[in-house]
Structures are given as structure tokens and as C-alpha cells.
């Protein structure tokens, strides 16, 4: 049997779970707004075993830059500790996968996230099998609604092409950490590191290679 830890802190909710073999044993899911770094590591505690695991799953973005590394700092952190492996997944996949998860009759939908500085990050995705259909962009909202023609719309990202087109199909998502089991494999293997949609306001050293 292998237990997985699961970490979800890419935008503004804060959402942990372990699961075993493909089953949610325990999990939380709160909207923090930018709480993440106070309420990541005591919700992983309050999970069973407090919340050890064989290997670990953590959003890699696109999202909020604060709340990425955050969720990728402490997945790092428990690894090296418990000696296990971990990889990353998407914000876009795991939004479009709960989506069609909950609109069987959606042949292809779009992912609507916070952006920053008024823009939003966008990319289509079909069903069955999941897959993009789109490239990942970084869109002003008039753009986006471009792009997204007349399909549905998932995400926190939203509210931007709402204030342009009320008529528009749009659906309030937030990523939850147990939806991760939605994913097919292959979008559950990327490496650790933060997916940016645009450059970062803030970057480390390491980042601006001078360390």
C-alpha cells in the first residue's frame, strides 16, 4: 500500500490530504486568502500519522507566488525528512479535471486563474481522455474572453471576464488537494519547482542566478 501526501496551496485556499491507494483517507481544505504559512504544517499534522507518507504531491502553480513556494518549500522539507519522493502537478489540469468531474456533458472547458497585475491565466482542456487543447497563457481579460468563446470557464479568475460579459458560463473553482486523484498519472510527474505564468514580482537568488 502507498499512502500519498497531498499539498494544495497554489491560490487562495489552503487544502492538505493523504491518501492510499487512490483513496482520500483524511484531508482539509480551508480558504486562507494568503494564511498559508500559518495553517500548512499544523493541517498536514492533524492528519493521521501526522500526515507521513511514501510520497508527496504538490501543486506547482500557476497561482499565487507567495502560496507556490510555500506549498513547494514544505513538500521539500517533509521529503528530505521522510525520505520519500515527491512531484508536482498543475493548478490548470487539476481545475479542468474537477470541472468534468462535475459536468458530464462538458466536451471542453476553460481554466480561469488570478493572474496579477489585472491579467489572468488561461488554458482550454478537453475530456475524455484529459488533455490540453490549448497552449497556457497569461491573458488581460478582454483577451481571454477572446479565447474562450463560448465554453465554460473554471476557476478564482473569473470574476475579471464577469465584470466584461455577466452572460459569459462561468463557474467559481478553487483547487482541492484531494482532486488530485482525478488526474491521470501523466499530469501528476512534473518536477518541484514553481510554474510562473509571467515573471515574478519577487525573486530569489538562486532565481536571478546570482547564488
Not at 59 to 73: H, I, K, M, N
Amino acid at each position: 500500500m502507498t499512502r500519498t501526501l497531498i499539498i494544495e496551496t497554489a491560490t487562495a485556499a489552503c487544502s492538505v490530504a493523504l491518501t492510499e491507494d487512490g483513496v482520500v483517507l483524511a484531508e482539509t481544505h480551508e480558504v486562507v486568502g494568503r494564511g498559508h504559512a500559518e495553517r500548512l504544517i499544523p493541517m498536514i499534522a492533524d492528519l493521521p500519522g501526522q500526515g507521513r507518507a511514501d510520497r508527496i504531491l504538490v501543486d506547482c502553480g500557476p497561482g499565487s507566488f507567495t502560496g507556490v513556494r510555500v506549498g513547494l518549500a514544505a513538500a521539500r522539507g517533509l521529503a528530505i525528512g521522510w525520505g520519500c519522493a515527491v512531484a508536482g502537478y498543475s493548478s490548470l489540469p487539476l481545475i479542468a479535471a474537477t470541472g468534468f468531474a462535475s459536468d458530464s456533458s462538458l466536451a471542453e472547458l476553460a481554466v480561469v486563474l488570478e493572474g496579477g497585475h489585472g491579467e489572468v491565466f488561461m488554458q482550454v482542456f478537453a475530456a475524455q481522455p484529459l488533455m490540453e487543447s490549448g497552449p497556457f497563457r497569461s491573458l488581460a481579460p478582454a483577451a481571454a474572453i477572446q479565447t474562450l468563446g463560448r465554453r465554460a470557464a473554471f476557476g478564482n479568475g473569473i470574476r475579471h471576464l464577469a465584470a466584461l460579459d455577466p452572460n459569459l458560463d462561468l463557474r467559481e473553482t478553487l483547487p482541492r488537494a484531494s482532486s488530485a486523484l482525478l488526474l491521470p498519472q501523466a499530469f501528476t510527474t512534473l518536477a518541484p519547482r514553481p510554474i510562473y505564468g509571467r515573471a515574478p514580482d519577487a525573486r530569489t537568488l538562486a532565481e536571478r542566478g546570482l547564488a
